[in-house]
């Protein structure tokens, strides 16, 4: 190759980068890479639009925080959510996959209702939610008529609060597990849960045997999408709750973060927070799909 | 059991396990939906009901229904609907135009580039679809506001677009892997420009990764509350889902308005969703078979 073409592909190249690459790249280098960046710079100061002037302080604001009781008890309803949130759609898409894995026109109707609050915004999933477990809400209206004297408060009570705003979350995400699941259940040949039932595998053999391993990369795929979403919980707090009731019991990290950086406008210790929750998403995450990832191999 | 232990007959009784009295567990399907579905029953029971039957008796059947609820929200004298209406089908139409036309384009260049640096793009373009937006929106308001966009329907399709398009490059990438190189090199040779080539032989070729990412963006966008909530803010007008959070504040009592802006500002989705539900499964679940 003679440098005149040498140069003559790289100006191609140039131009192929500039026509085809760079328009999307900007994009995201200008609202999500620098402002990634930014948040990283921002907590290492105390940059804060109301106080002093930004200084570098270090790793000061990582220091605060892990001594902050309103954090830890952050991570705390976290943890617990997502916890719940990874369990419950899971099990139960699972569950009412293998029962609606019937072909028909019935069960495509039932399979098409779970799959509304999916496309469903969070906002109106916790309106709706609202309505029903608010003191003397719909479920309560229910409840008395059916002789429940003193049904307990769903959203009021602190220790079910936190339940209640899993369950709700849960009930968003449902559909998505058993729609994942059951393009699985579909993938297993039926041939050879034949051959299982000839050798004398019970329903329950069957089922451990064949159709579970098979349904691994399904499992992959809920789970780690399950994980991000409950880290990130944001809007069911902020609409249903807000945080309460009493003092953070059902405040998650995500809804931290906007309270600090947008309402108390302390950008330094939001941005350090965002950071904490950045890490923890990617870890837990990135864990989560090597180990089930291998699973998938080995099965 | 083990293996040379089956009877001829076990075949038969794997049938009829499978057949056996299908109306039970038709019922029993039917009944846990039901039970499932009780809370959309009841919001779109209660938006064609009057208000002291919203209290008084929340599960009947609204009969005679009433549309007062829906009038009254399609004529509130502040326009919340039909602005956030408005609203929100330009910005979802607008980014997830852009969107897919970026993404296509993006994902074509660094499927398609054999370099360090093509590669080391697409890893930080994708880990970009694991961060939360709580991550990053401080700074972004503060570039939003240095640029004038804050507050602006431009400013919301300008964040979407960067926000969004690892979700699109990942979905074009996995697609633009599948179609050979030898097709789009035979139009080259036939003289056709890289645009052209793009555009007329492999962008076609794109189809259902294009359908894919028209569809979930815009139900992503059209349903996101937290993004708009904040760069939007209370000035600048809003979108019909946040709509829906400020009428939660207004009218903590008066469910039937309440319920009919939801139902109102939820159907769009939902009637996108009927029509498009073959799509949506396909969409969600390409990489769930596969394995």
Redesign the interface.
């Given at each position: 190759m003679t440098s005149k073409q040498g140069r003559k592909l790289r100006r191609?190249?140039l131009?192929?980068?500039l026509?085809?690459?760079a328009?999307?790249?900007l994009?995201?280098?200008?609202?999500?890479?620098?402002?990634?960046v930014?948040?990283v710079g921002?907590s290492f100061t105390n940059a804060d639009a109301f106080g002093p002037d930004t200084k570098f302080t270090g790793f000061h604001n990582y220091l605060r925080l892990f001594q902050d009781p309103d954090f830890l008890m952050q991570l705390r309803v976290t943890t617990v959510l997502t916890f719940i949130i990874v369990l419950v759609p899971n099990l139960g898409g699972l569950a009412?996959a293998v029962?609606?894995n019937?072909r028909g026109r019935?069960?495509r109707a039932?399979r098409?209702?779970?799959?509304?609050?999916v496309?469903?915004?969070?906002?109106?999933v916790s309106?709706?939610?609202?309505?029903?477990l608010t003191d003397g809400g719909?479920l309560d209206?229910?409840l008395t008529s059916l002789g429940v004297e003193h049904p307990p408060g769903w959203l009021s009570d602190p220790s079910i609060a936190l339940y209640s705003v899993g369950s709700i979350a849960s009930?968003q995400l449902?559909g998505?597990c058993t729609?994942?699941?059951?393009?699985?259940l579909?993938?297993v040949p039926d041939d050879l849960?034949?051959a299982a039932?000839?050798?004398?595998?019970g329903?329950w053999t069957r089922f451990r045997r064949v159709t579970w391993p098979?349904l691994?990369?399904?499992l992959t795929?809920n789970t780690v999408m399950l994980l991000?979403t409950g880290?990130?919980t944001?809007?069911f707090v902020?609409?249903i709750t807000h945080g309460g009731p009493g003092s953070g019991t059902t405040a998650t990290v995500?809804y931290g973060?906007?309270q600090t950086?947008?309402t108390e406008n302390k950008?330094g210790l939001?941005?350090a927070m965002?950071?904490v929750?950045?890490l923890i998403?990617?870890v837990v995450?990135s864990v989560a799909l090597r180990v089930l990832q291998r699973r998938?191999v080995e099965l | 059991?083990?293996?040379g232990?089956?009877?001829p007959e076990?075949?038969g009784?794997?049938r009829r396990?499978e057949s056996r009295a299908p109306w039970v567990?038709?019922l029993?399907?039917?009944t846990?939906?039901a039970v499932?579905?009780l809370?959309?029953y009841?919001?779109v029971a209660n938006v064609f009901k009057r208000g002291e039957d919203i209290?008084g008796s929340?599960?009947s059947v609204p009969w005679p229904p009433t549309l007062d609820n829906l009038k009254a929200v399609l004529n509130r004298p502040d326009g919340l609907y039909w602005n956030g209406l408005i609203n929100s089908a330009e910005i979802t139409v607008v980014s997830i135009v852009i969107l897919a036309v970026?993404?296509a384009?993006?994902g074509?260049?660094?499927c398609r580039?054999r370099s360090r640096f093509?590669r080391l793009?697409l890893l930080?373009?994708l880990?970009?679809l694991?961060?939360?937006?709580?991550?990053?929106?401080?700074?972004?308001v503060?570039?939003l506001r240095l640029t004038h966009l804050m507050t602006t329907l431009s400013g919301m399709v300008?964040?979407n677009?960067?926000?969004y398009?690892?979700f699109g490059?990942f979905v074009f990438a996995g697609f633009i892997r599948s179609i050979p190189v030898e097709l789009e090199e035979a139009a080259a040779l036939d003289g056709a420009g890289?645009?052209r080539t793009?555009w007329v032989v492999v962008f076609p070729l794109l189809r259902p990764a294009t359908a894919s990412v028209l569809i979930f963006l815009g139900?992503w966008i059209?349903?996101?509350?937290?993004d708009p909530l904040?760069i939007l803010g209370p000035v600048g007008g809003t979108t019909v889902?946040?709509g829906?959070?400020r009428a939660?504040g207004e009218h903590q009592s008066d469910?039937g308005q309440?319920?009919g802006l939801?139902f109102l500002?939820?159907l769009p989705?939902?009637i996108?969703?009927?029509l498009l539900?073959k799509h949506?499964?396909k969409g969600?679940?390409g990489?769930?078979?596969?394995?």
């Open positions: 191609a190249d131009g192929y980068f026509g085809f690459g328009p999307g790249l994009f995201y280098a200008c609202f999500v890479f620098a402002p990634l930014l948040s921002y009412i029962l609606l019937r019935l069960y039932l098409t209702v779970f799959f509304v609050p496309v469903l915004s969070s906002v109106v309106v709706v939610w609202q309505a029903m719909l209206t229910v009930w449902l998505f729609v994942v699941y059951l393009a699985g579909q993938g849960l034949e039932a000839i050798d004398g595998a329903r098979m691994a990369p399904a795929i991000i880290f990130k944001y809007d902020q609409v995500a973060v906007i950086g947008f950008t939001a941005s965002a950071v929750m950045l998403v990617a995450s998938e | 059991m083990r293996h232990t089956g009877h076990a075949a009784r794997f396990e567990r038709a029993f399907a039917l846990i939906t499932f579905a809370p959309l009841l919001v209290s929340p599960a970026l993404s384009m993006l074509h260049y660094l580039t093509a793009t930080v373009l880990a970009g694991m961060i939360p937006p709580q991550v990053i929106l401080v700074p972004v503060r570039i300008a964040f677009v960067g926000y398009i690892p490059v890289r645009w793009f139900v059209w349903n996101d509350f937290l904040i889902t946040v829906v959070y939660l469910y309440l319920f939801m500002a939820a989705v939902v996108f969703y009927f539900q949506f499964v969600l679940t990489g769930a078979v596969k394995g």
